[in-house]
């Protein structure tokens, strides 16, 4: 999105810490944020179907919410990004939680400015989960338990599989947090994921190229070894 304005708080190219920080933890395993959105937001909202309140249905391609998304997620922008599930509770200094659509449309669209700040709460130990795909940088949100190689399917990421039945290492990518190994083709989206944090997924490759000589470190030798591999980019 070349053409997106700049965001107000951000200058170009700014760096920070990783997505994830700058969120409170409250009980029962929700974490509560600010996000600071340029209008039009570039989202869905709707009620929640079984309980009050509003959630964010649908982030929107092209949208302002995936642009703040991407300055987050991919250039390590401060500040947290917005996932499908969140909820709204408060709309600049009016909490909402537990509103309909109506009442926190209103304030949205009342709100003075070229900008809405949405206070969101996210449930980090159940909701869906936030995946990148790196070198790609594709990425998308999926269900927990969720097939890793039918979501990278549908996203087109580029991986290459070369078994069907989990053999060959192909497919093999690395988490950028805890570097673990995940075998696309056969591993799952894991269900114990904290979804404060985006789960990127590197490529052997890209592991090779960013985390630099990996296979030189115990890390690399171990995992060479557990996986019965000769050299990283089988
Ligand atoms: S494609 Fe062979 S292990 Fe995944």
Do not use: Q
């Not at 909490?95 to 109506?102: A, P, S, T």
């Not at 206070?119 to 990425?139: E, F, H």
């Amino acid at each position: 999105m070349e053409s997106s304005p700049p965001h107000p708080d951000r200058a170009e190219g700014d760096r920070g810490p990783k997505a994830g920080l700058g969120r409170k933890r409250i009980e029962g395993g929700r974490a509560v944020f600010d996000v600071t959105l340029l209008k039009p937001l570039g989202l869905t909202p709707k009620n929640f179907p079984n309980r009050p309140g509003v959630g964010i249905a649908k982030i929107k391609e092209g949208g302002n919410t995936e642009f703040w998304n991407k300055k987050v997620l991919l250039e390590d922008v401060p500040g947290m990004f917005v996932l499908e599930g969140d909820e709204v509770v408060g709309v600049n200094d009016t909490i909402c939680e537990g509103k309909d659509l109506e009442t926190v449309s209103k304030l949205v669209k009342e709100s003075p400015g070229d900008t809405v700040t949405l206070k969101l709460v996210r449930n980090y130990l159940t909701g869906p989960v936030k995946i990148v795909w790196k070198p790609s940088l594709k990425m998308g949100t999926y269900k927990r338990g969720a097939l890793l190689r039918a979501c990278e399917e549908t996203l087109g990421a580029n991986v290459r599989y070369s078994c069907e039945d989990g053999w060959c290492s192909s497919c093999w990518h690395a988490e950028d947090n805890y570097m673990t190994v995940y075998r696309i083709c056969k591993m799952d989206v894991p269900e114990k994921w904290d979804n404060v944090m985006p789960f990127v997924l590197l490529s052997a490759l890209e592991v090779k190229n960013t985390k630099g000589a990996l296979n030189r470190t115990s890390w690399g030798r171990r995992e060479e070894t557990r996986l019965g591999l000769g050299a990283f980019g089988r």
